[in-house]
């Protein structure tokens, strides 16, 4: 069972975050008269890295209020698939749209906010992605929980980013700023201690109950 938790499900995390990528090269080739293929898998891989993005900062607050541990075992293999759409995102932007251009790049990077918010929020997924090893948590000590604390501000970052983007509609980015300042307040020492204290209440009337039942 151990195993099972320890293996079974990152592995689960990885194959299903890869099945975006299989629906995009499905629908790339399957739709040769796509009208704009580059402008349609930026959005679609910055899409599916901030859905990541939200699932891994999800995991701590899921574990705080179902009490459900198993999720904190997939919280790296979250991270770093959502790294890899980011990174993926920022090659197809930075090398198929701008042919590696150094001076268009530039002239992007000044003139659009969103592209700088973007950036800002991919720095710091590579910095959690490169750390997030073993080696560098024994390496880094305890500097190391405060370091990974980046990803509190690079969701908010990648929300700018996408909000900056979106002239005229923008509530579904704000949809996603809502889930993710949920998610950060419920972080917050007092409220996190207040919906412990309620989960434990709540299992230790059901407990009984349940042995009453002869459920296990
Ligand atoms: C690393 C630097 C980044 C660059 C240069 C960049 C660039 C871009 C560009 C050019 C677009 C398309 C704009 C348009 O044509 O309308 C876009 C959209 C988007 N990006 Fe990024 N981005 C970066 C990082 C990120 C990160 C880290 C995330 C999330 C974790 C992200 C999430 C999104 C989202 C959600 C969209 C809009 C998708 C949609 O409208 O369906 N981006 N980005």
Do not use: C
Request: glycine share 8%; net charge positive.
């Amino acid at each position: 069972m151990r195993t099972l938790e320890r293996f079974g499900l990152p592995l689960a995390v990885y194959v299903g975050a890869a099945l975006p990528l299989v629906g995009l090269v499905w629908n790339l080739a399957s739709n040769p008269l796509l009208a704009d293929p580059i402008r349609a898998s930026i959005l679609w891989t910055g899409k599916t890295a901030l859905i990541l993005l939200v699932l891994t900062l999800a995991s701590t607050p899921v574990n705080t209020v179902f009490g459900w541990r198993a999720v904190l075992r997939v919280r790296r293999a979250l991270g770093l698939s959502a790294f890899a759409y980011a990174a993926l995102h920022f090659l197809i932007f930075v090398g198929v749209d701008y042919a590696f251009d150094p001076a268009l790049l530039g002239e992007a990077i000044g003139r659009q906010t969103y592209v700088l918010l973007g950036l800002g929020a991919g720095v710091i997924l590579f910095l959690l992605a490169l750390t997030s090893t073993q080696g560098w948590k024994k390496r880094l000590g305890h500097k190391w929980k405060r370091l990974h604390q980046g990803i509190y501000f690079a969701a908010p970052l990648a929300i700018a980013h996408f909000v900056w983007l979106v002239k005229v509609d923008i509530r579904e980015p704000l949809a996603y700023g809502a889930i993710v300042a949920a998610l950060l307040l419920v972080r917050v020492p007092w409220l996190r201690a207040r919906v412990s204290q309620v989960r434990y209440r709540w299992q230790s009337r059901a407990e009984p109950a349940r042995m009453e039942r002869g459920e296990k």
